[in-house]
């Protein structure tokens, strides 16, 4: 989750959290689906144009590039943390349970998503939804549409995989033009107390019914890289 769109893109500064903040570079930034090397279980995507901006599944040679991304939007120092943690999230992305697309223009990449499975602890049982994160945009391609083409390609895929729920930490003056909403005001609970109440949104997808309320569990990945909520570093 942690979507702290420190990307302009997202209405962020990265001034706005501590240096060495996995969360805070997580939602800027990315992962990598090698869909159209290896076989998974989810059925293959098809690429679609939106604008000057082609987005698609990415593949295994836009790797780098990828991690280029990375150190354009927040500098070398924040990349070992943001590659450990998309090494991790590529697991689950190969085996269909997420989407990794990218934003590509003129053969360049531009922009990266993430869409991360994890479990919402409901009363009736366990339930595998996903989380928006990472997202990022290089610079000089922010506010320009990129962040928006990529979330909107997502969120259209997951509805067709039958995805309910979709979380995120993040903006809502942003993440409201998607139809995220806060999640405490639908009956879900934040996975941690250090996630501001504001920035814990859920988008509510064609296949959720109202029993599907309850804990959002973020997949151990985050946990592992301390990835989840705001860190006080006064405390």
Known sequence: MADRSVSRECGFKLSDFPRKSAHAVKVACASVWECHQSTTRAPPLPATRLARVEVRPEAIRDRSAVRALHVAAFGEDHVPVVANLVDELRDAVRRGEGLSLVAAERDQIVGHVMFSPSLLDAPKRLLPVEVLSPIGVVPERQNQGVGTALIRRGIELLSERDVPLVFLEGAPRYYSRFGFEPGAAHGFRK???????????????????????????????????????????KA
């Open 191 to 233: 996975p941690s107390l250090r996630i501001p109440d504001a920035a814990f949104q859920v988008l509510r997808l064609p296949t959720y019914e109202s029993w599907m309320t309850g804990t959002l569990v973020y997949a151990e990945a985050f946990w592992r890289h301390d990835a989840v909520g705001r860190r006080d570093p």
